[in-house]
């Protein structure tokens, strides 16, 4: 019995992993593209290796549109935690520029939802870190822009960095 149940265990475990991929990969092939300008710093961290810390001019945008009682350091400290959504408008090269903290109306033509965390007091977008192979940090230095996909629900996925011309940063295969 405990042999069935252990077997099941794994099987359901490895079935809502696989299930948690298939959804990604299809947020990433299906995801509408948007551009977030990037303000990149590139420290090395010896237990993971090369990576760029990213942060986003619209992180700092929406920050401060907050209402001013999350942006103080009582709030930070007791609660630090909240979850919303920023209207964004998108250029035609689909670059988002800051429009507003949503107010549940309706979207113009060009804008698009994206959702946002608040942690520790700090705006968040999907990821805070881009990691690469080491010794290819010099790369990824003309990094202006990250790719997203973003989902129905406007939760964002990073695809790539990008230069100031919107072309795709990568290191070339040993």
Same mark, same amino acid.
């Given at each position: 019995?405990?042999v069935k149940l252990a077997?099941?265990?794994?099987?359901l475990?490895?079935g809502l992993?696989?299930w948690?991929i298939l959804?990604?990969?299809q947020?990433l092939a299906e995801?509408?593209?948007?551009?977030l300008?990037?303000a990149? @710093?590139d420290?090395?961290?010896?237990?993971?290796? $090369?990576y /760029?810390?990213l *942060?986003f001019?619209?992180?700092n945008? &929406?920050?401060?549109?907050?209402p001013?009682?999350?942006?103080s350091?009582?709030w930070?400290q007791?609660?630090a935690?909240d979850?919303?959504?920023?209207?964004?408008h998108?250029d035609?090269?689909?670059?988002?520029?800051?429009?507003? @903290?949503?107010?549940?109306?309706g979207?113009?033509? $060009?804008? /698009?939802?994206l *959702?946002?965390?608040?942690r520790n007091g &700090?705006?968040k977008f999907?990821?805070?870190?881009?990691?690469?192979?080491?010794?290819?940090?010099q790369?990824?230095?003309?990094?202006?822009f990250g790719?997203?996909?973003?989902?129905q629900?406007?939760?964002l996925l990073l695809v790539a960095l990008?230069?100031?011309?919107?072309k795709?940063?990568?290191?070339?295969?040993d």
């Amino acid at each position: 019995m405990r042999v069935k149940l252990a077997i099941f265990g794994l099987l359901l475990s490895l079935g809502l992993v696989n299930w948690s991929i298939l959804l990604k990969e299809q947020h990433l092939a299906e995801g509408d593209i948007v551009y977030l300008q990037l303000a990149p @710093i590139d420290p090395r961290s010896l237990m993971q290796g $090369d990576y /760029m810390a990213l *942060r986003f001019q619209l992180a700092n945008q &929406v920050y401060e549109a907050l209402p001013k009682n999350k942006q103080s350091k009582r709030w930070r400290q007791e609660v630090a935690s909240d979850d919303g959504f920023v209207v964004v408008h998108l250029d035609e090269r689909k670059i988002a520029t800051f429009k507003s @903290i949503d107010n549940q109306q309706g979207l113009a033509k $060009d804008d /698009m939802l994206l *959702r946002f965390r608040v942690r520790n007091g &700090v705006v968040k977008f999907a990821t805070n870190a881009y990691f690469f192979q080491e010794g290819h940090g010099q790369y990824y230095q003309a990094a202006k822009f990250g790719q997203f996909r973003v989902d129905q629900k406007g939760e964002l996925l990073l695809v790539a960095l990008f230069d100031q011309d919107l072309k795709p940063l990568y290191a070339p295969k040993d």
